[in-house]
C-alpha cells in the first residue's frame, strides 16, 4: 500500500531540512570515501584478483550503524530541543503518520547513499564476470538491515531530547544485536547457544543474504525488528498527548495492550518461521546454494536407507565455525530430496564417547589439532570437522581438506570458503552406491535392452585356440541371459555365410575387416563382438587368455558401458619423466609430469596408466587420455587408431612446442608427439606457431635490482602472452565441457585448423578461442624481455591479429588412418617369428609351439560409429603439474580450471552429466581480467570521481528543487495577501 499526502509530506520536509545544510553532503562524502578506501585498500580488491563485491558488505553492518545513528539522531530530539513536538501532536496528524513520515525520510536518505555506491559494482562487472545475484542480494540485505537500524534510531530519539545522546544509544544497541551473532561472540559458546544467538544476531542474518539466497525467514525477520521499534516510536508518541493529570485512562491501557499483542506476534512470528525451509530463492549464477536436479537423480536410485553424518566440534577453528551452519543446512536438504531415504544426523564426537569409539575404530575419523590464538593465549584445539556418507557396508568420510578452499590475500589475511559442497557430498555419495551396485545384479542397473550381435566365421575357418572359444561363446551368453531379468539378447551369425551380403554389411555399417594371425597367412576370418542399446554400441575385445572366464569379463565391461551404476575407466597415456630431488622446491626440471591431473580424474574415475607399447588400450577403459605425448610408434598409433574406430573417445593435450622451465631458465623446442599425420588425417592440423594473446595471465620472474649500489632479487609478475586468459566469448557457453568454468589459461598453444571437406559430417564443438586481438610466432625464444637493470620490455605484436581456435571437440564417424593397411600387430609378430627363423629352424618350431599357445589375432576397422570423439586441446604444458602450480602461486589459491576443463570434458564423453552439471555450478571464484598496475589506479580513480560527480549531480538537483519550492511557497504568500 502506498503511503497517504500526508506522510509524503513529512517525508518531503525531512529531506529538505537534511539537504538544507552543507553538513548533510559532507557526511555522505565521508560515507562514500570510506567505503572506498575499504573496498579497494583495507580489503585489497585488486590483489584478492576475485570479481565480486564481497569486500564492499563485508564492512556495510557497522558503517550503517554509524550513517543510521546519525541520519536519526535529529528526528524527534531535535523536535523537543525545539519545542516543536507539542505543535505537530496538536495537528490533525497521527502519530502513525509522523512516524511513517520520519521513516520514510530516512529510507530515502539511506536508498540515496547506496546507489552512489552503485560505480563499484559496474566497475567489477567491467573487469571481470560478476554474478549479480549475490550483489542484488547484498543491496536487498543492507536496505533491511539499515531499516532496522533506522527503526531502532527512530525510537532511541523519540526518547532523548539530546542528539549526542541519541547516536550514542543508536549506535550501541545497533552493535549489540551485531555483536550477538558474531563469531566473536559465538565462540564463547557451544554449537547449539552459538546457532541461537546467531539467529538473534543481525549481522548473520545480513551474511545469509548477501550470499545470494533470499530467505523468507531472515527478510520477516528484519521487517519483525522495524515492525517492533516503529510501534514502540508510535506508543512514546501517543504518550505525549496523554497529561499526567488524567492518570490511567481506558484508552491508555488499551494502547498498551495492542502495542503489545502486537509486539508479541511479530515476535512468536519468527519462530514459527524457523522451520519453513522452502521458501527461499536463489539468486546466484547456476543456483550454486540449492539441491540440483542431478543430485536429485542419485538419490532416487537409492534402494536402501543412505545415512549422512555431520561430526563437528563445538570448538573449533574461527575460520571453520561460519561454515558448520552453510553445511548443516545443506545436508537437510539433501535429507528433504531424498524422500525418506536419506537420514541427516549431527553429532559433537567429545560430548559422546560411544560415537567417538565409532567414528575413530569404523570409519578411520580423528580429530585435527588447530593452533587457536588470540591477544590473550594460544592454545591447540583438537577438532571434528568431517561428513560421512554411509550406504549399506560401503562408506566415505569427507574432511575439512576436501571441503573448503583458502585463497590468502596476504600473510595475515585469508578467506576459508567452502569449496562446492553438493559436488563433493554427491560425488561422495554416488561412489558409495556405485560400489554398492557393483557387489550386486549388473543389469539391475541398466535400464535399456542390449542387443549383442556377434559377427564370427563358421569353425573350420577359426584358427584352433579361436574355435574352441567359439563354443564357449554360447554358453557364457546364455549364462549372461538367464541373469538378465529380460534385458539382454543375443545374435551369432556367420558374415561368409551366403552370398557374403553380411560380411559386405559389416564392413561399411562397422568398418570390419577379416581378421588374420599373420601377414603371410592367407586366411581370413571374423570374430568380432558387439553390443548396443538403439543409440550406441560397444566392441567386446578378445581375451588375452582365450577362455571362458575372461571373455565373461569383457563382456561384463562392455555392459557396465551402457550403465548407469559403475565407476568409469580412463586410460590416461603420459610421458614417463623421473623426479629431480634437488629441483623439487622449483617443481619438476622436466615440465611433463601429471600428478595432479591424475588425482583430479581419481575423484570421479578409476585412472589406469597405459604406455600402448603392446598396441592395445586397455580392455576396461571407457576413455583414452593423453597428456603431451611423445613419438609415439606405430603399434602405439594403432592402440589410438583402433580406440577411436570402436566408437571411444580420445582425449589429447599436445601441439609442435614444449617448454622447459626451470628456477634460472625457460626454452621452447619443437616437439614430435607421433600424432601429427594421423591427426591431419582427420581433418586436424596445428600450426607450427604459438598463440600470443594481450589478455594474458601473470608469469613470476626473478628480477635483479639495484639500489643504492646493492642488487636486490624479487619475483615480479609480468604480463606474458603465451599464457592466454580464455573467459567469456572465448569460451562456448553451449555445452557444459566450458560453460561452468569462469577462465582457462592455454599456456604455449598452438593455433587449430580444420580441414571441413575431411570431417564431411562430423560434428564440429569449437571449446576455446583466444581474443581478437591475437598473434602468432614461431620464434623458440619465449623467455619475458627484463632488462639487466630490472626494466621490462613489452611485447611487440608481429603479423595479422585474430582469434585462433585452441581447443574443439569432434563427434562423429572417422574413416581409420590405417585402411588398406596391414595391422602392426601382425607385422610386429611376422618381424619376430621371421628374425628367430634365421637363427634355426628349431627355435623356430619351438616358439611357433609357443605361438599357438598364446597367438595374436587382429584386423583393421577401418571405420568408426557415430558415437566415436576427438577432444584436442593444443598445449602440450597446460595440464602439467609445473604450470598448475606456476598460476597457483601467481594467485595465492589453487589453480583448478585447466584440470576442471579435462574432467568436464571426461564426464562429458562418458555421458556422466550428473556430476558434470553439479560441478558447471562449482564455487570457482571469478577473476579479473589481467591488467596493468597503472590500469588498476585507473579504475580506482575513475570510481573516486564518479561518486564526487554524484554528489555534485545530487547537490544540482537539491538545489533546483529547493528553488522551486521557494517560488511556489513565495506564490502562495502573494496570492494569500491579494
Known amino acids: 500500500m502506498l503511503p497517504d499526502r500526508t506522510v509524503l509530506r513529512i517525508a518531503k520536509k525531512e529531506i529538505a531540512q537534511f539537504f538544507g545544510s552543507p553538513v548533510a553532503f559532507v557526511f555522505l562524502a565521508s560515507f562514500l570515501a570510506v567505503n572506498l578506501f575499504v573496498f579497494f585498500w583495507v580489503e585489497a580488491f585488486f590483489a584478492r584478483n576475485i570479481a565480486d563485491v564481497r569486500p564492499l558488505f563485508e564492512w556495510m553492518p557497522l558503517l550503517l550503524i554509524f550513517l543510521v545513528a546519525a541520519l536519526t539522531m535529529r528526528m524527534w530530539s531535535e523536535e523537543k530541543r525545539m519545542g516543536t513536538i507539542e505543535f505537530l501532536m496538536t495537528l490533525p496528524v497521527t502519530p502513525l503518520q509522523l512516524v511513517m513520515g520520519k521513516f520514510l525520510a530516512c529510507f530515502s536518505l539511506l536508498v540515496v547513499a547506496l546507489v552512489l555506491t552503485l560505480p563499484i559494482p559496474i566497475t567489477v562487472s567491467l573487469l571481470g564476470h560478476l554474478d549479480w545475484g549475490p550483489v542484488f542480494g547484498a543491496y536487498v540485505a543492507t536496505l533491511c538491515l539499515g531499516a532496522a537500524y533506522l527503526s531502532i534510531g527512530l525510537y532511541v530519539s523519540a526518547k532523548n531530547e539530546s542528539q549526542i545522546v541519541s547516536l550514542m544509544v543508536t549506535a550501541l544497541v545497533c552493535i549489540l544485536l551485531y555483536l550477538l551473532g558474531s563469531n566473536t561472540l559465538v565462540d564463547l559458546f557451544g554449537y547449539s547457544t552459538g546457532e541461537i544467538l546467531k539467529q538473534l544476531g543481525t549481522g548473520s542474518r545480513f551474511e545469509s543474504i548477501t550470499r545470494g539466497i533470499i530467505d523468507i525467514r531472515d527478510l520477516y525477520y528484519y521487517l519483525s525488528i522495524v515492525g517492533v521499534f516503529l510501534s514502540l516510536n508510535v506508543l512514546a508518541l501517543e504518550k505525549q498527548r496523554w497529561t499526567h493529570k488524567e492518570g490511567v485512562r481506558p484508552h491508555h491501557q488499551a494502547w498498551y495492550a495492542l502495542s503489545g499483542l502486537l509486539i508479541v506476534n511479530l515476535v512468536a512470528a519468527n519462530l514459527w518461521l524457523s522451520e519453513v525451509k522452502t521458501l527461499r530463492a536463489d539468486l546466484t549464477d547456476g543456483n550454486i546454494y540449492s539441491i540440483n536436479d542431478a543430485t536429485r537423480t542419485y538419490l532416487a536410485q537409492l534402494q536402501e536407507p543412505l545415512l549422512i553424518r555431520g561430526y563437528f566440534s563445538a570448538k573449533t577453528h574461527p575460520l571453520l565455525a561460519p561454515l558448520v551452519p552453510q553445511l548443516r543446512d545443506l545436508l537437510k536438504e539433501y535429507e528433504v530430496a531424498g524422500n525418506g531415504k536419506v537420514r541427516v544426523e549431527f553429532v559433537d564426537p567429545q560430548t559422546n564417547p560411544e560415537l567417538e569409539d565409532e567414528a575413530n575404530n569404523k570409519y578411520s575419523i580423528r580429530p585435527t589439532p588447530f593452533q587457536v590464538s588470540d591477544k590473550y593465549q594460544a592454545s591447540l584445539v583438537n577438532s571434528y570437522f568431517n561428513v560421512l556418507i554411509s550406504y549399506g557396508d560401503q562408506f566415505e568420510v569427507l574432511g575439512f581438506r576436501d571441503l573448503i578452499e583458502v585463497k590468502d590475500h596476504n600473510e595475515a589475511d585469508l578467506d576459508v570458503l567452502l569449496r562446492n559442497p553438493e559436488y563433493d557430498i554427491t560425488k561422495a555419495i554416488k561412489k558409495v552406491l556405485h560400489a554398492f551396485q557393483s557387489q550386486g545384479e549388473l543389469f539391475a542397473t541398466i535400464n535399456t535392452p542390449i542387443q549383442f550381435n556377434g559377427f564370427i566365421s563358421a569353425q573350420d575357418k577359426l584358427p584352433g585356440q579361436l574355435q574352441d572359444l567359439s563354443s564357449k561363446l554360447n554358453q557364457a551368453l546364455e549364462h549372461i541371459k538367464q541373469t538378465s531379468n529380460g534385458k539382454f539378447s543375443y545374435s551369432v551369425q556367420d558374415p561368409d555365410a551366403g552370398d557374403g551380403s553380411l560380411a559386405k554389411k559389416v564392413q561399411k555399417e562397422y568398418g570390419m575387416q577379416p581378421m588374420a594371425t599373420s601377414l603371410l597367412s592367407n586366411d581370413r576370418f571374423y570374430f568380432y563382438m558387439l553390443m548396443n542399446d538403439g543409440r550406441q554400441y560397444v566392441q567386446v575385445a578378445l581375451p588375452d587368455s582365450l577362455d571362458q572366464e575372461g571373455l565373461e569379463r569383457n563382456i561384463e565391461t562392455g555392459l557396465k558401458r551402457f550403465s548407469t551404476g559403475f565407476t568409469k575407466t580412463v586410460a590416461l597415456v603420459a610421458p614417463e619423466q623421473p623426479a629431480n630431488p634437488y629441483m623439487q622446491q622449483y617443481g619438476p626440471q622436466n615440465s611433463h609430469r601429471f600428478n595432479t591431473l591424475r588425482k583430479k580424474l581419481m575423484e570421479t574415475m578409476t585412472v589406469k596408466d597405459a604406455d600402448l607399447k603392446n598396441g592395445q588400450v586397455p580392455e576396461d577403459a571407457d576413455i583414452?587420455?593423453?597428456?603431451?605425448?611423445?613419438?609415439?610408434?606405430?603399434?602405439?598409433?594403432?592402440?589410438?587408431?583402433?580406440?577411436?574406430?570402436?566408437?571411444?573417445?580420445?582425449?589429447?593435450?599436445?601441439?609442435?612446442?614444449?617448454?622447459?622451465f626451470s628456477q634460472n631458465s625457460l626454452t621452447a623446442q619443437?616437439?614430435?608427439?607421433?600424432?601429427?599425420?594421423?591427426?591431419?588425417?582427420?581433418?586436424?592440423?596445428?600450426?607450427?606457431?604459438?598463440?600470443?594473446d594481450p589478455q594474458n595471465a601473470r608469469f613470476p620472474i626473478p628480477v635483479n635490482r639495484n639500489v643504492g649500489g646493492m642488487s636486490f632479487r624479487e619475483i615480479r609478475l609480468l604480463d606474458y602472452p603465451y599464457f592466454a586468459d580464455i573467459r567469456d566469448q572465448g569460451m562456448n557457453q553451449t555445452t557444459a565441457i566450458t560453460s561452468g568454468l569462469p577462465q582457462v589459461t592455454m599456456s604455449w598453444a598452438s593455433p587449430i585448423e580444420l580441414d571441413k571437406e575431411k570431417?564431411?559430417?562430423?560434428?564440429?564443438?569449437e571449446l576455446l578461442h583466444t581474443t581478437g586481438d591475437t598473434w602468432l610466432s614461431d620464434s623458440l625464444d619465449v623467455t619475458p624481455r627484463i632488462s639487466s637493470d630490472g626494466r621490462v620490455s613489452p611485447w611487440q605484436a608481429e603479423g595479422e591479429r585474430d582469434s585462433y581456435l585452441v581447443g574443439v571437440a569432434l563427434e562423429g564417424r572417422f574413416e581409420s588412418w590405417f585402411k588398406d593397411k596391414e595391422s602392426p600387430l601382425l607385422k610386429e609378430q611376422d618381424k619376430t617369428q621371421d628374425a628367430k627363423g634365421a637363427n634355426n629352424t628349431e627355435g623356430m618350431k619351438n616358439d611357433a609351439k609357443k605361438a599357438d599357445d598364446k597367438p595374436k589375432f587382429a584386423g583393421v576397422i577401418d571405420k568408426s560409429p557415430e558415437s566415436a570423439r576427438i577432444i584436442l586441446f593444443s598445449s602440450n604444458e597446460f595440464l602439467t603439474d609445473q604450470t598448475v602450480n606456476l598460476i597457483s602461486s601467481t594467485d595465492r589459491a589453487p589453480y583448478l580450471n585447466s584440470l576442471q576443463l579435462v574432467q568436464n570434458a571426461v564426464d562429458w564423453s562418458v555421458e556422466d552429466r550428473g556430476l558434470l552439471s553439479i560441478r558447471s555450478r562449482s564455487h570457482f571464484a571469478n577473476t579479473l581480467f589481467?591488467?596493468?598496475?597503472?590500469?588498476?589506479?585507473?579504475?580506482?580513480?575513475?570510481?573516486?570521481?564518479?561518486?564526487?560527480?554524484?554528489?555534485?549531480?545530487?547537490?544540482?538537483?537539491?538545489?533546483?528543487?529547493?528553488?522551486?519550492?521557494?517560488k511556489h511557497y513565495?506564490?502562495?504568500?502573494?496570492?494569500?495577501?491579494?
Open 970 to 978: 513565495a506564490d502562495m504568500l502573494e496570492l494569500g495577501r491579494a
Open 670 to 692: 619443437n616437439y614430435d608427439s607421433g600424432l601429427t599425420e594421423w591427426l591431419k588425417h582427420n581433418g586436424i592440423t596445428m600450426d607450427k606457431s604459438m598463440t600470443m
Open 930 to 966: 589481467p591488467m596493468s598496475s597503472e590500469r588498476q589506479q585507473f579504475w580506482e580513480y575513475l570510481n573516486y570521481g564518479l561518486m564526487l560527480i554524484g554528489l555534485a549531480a545530487l547537490y544540482g538537483l537539491f538545489r533546483l528543487w529547493f528553488k522551486r519550492q521557494q
Open 759 to 765: 570431417l564431411g559430417n562430423v560434428e564440429v564443438t
Open 624 to 660: 583414452l587420455v593423453l597428456a603431451a605425448p611423445e613419438s609415439l610408434n606405430d603399434k602405439q598409433l594403432f592402440a589410438v587408431d583402433q580406440f577411436l574406430m570402436k566408437g571411444g573417445t580420445v582425449l589429447l593435450s599436445t601441439s609442435p612446442f614444449s617448454t622447459n
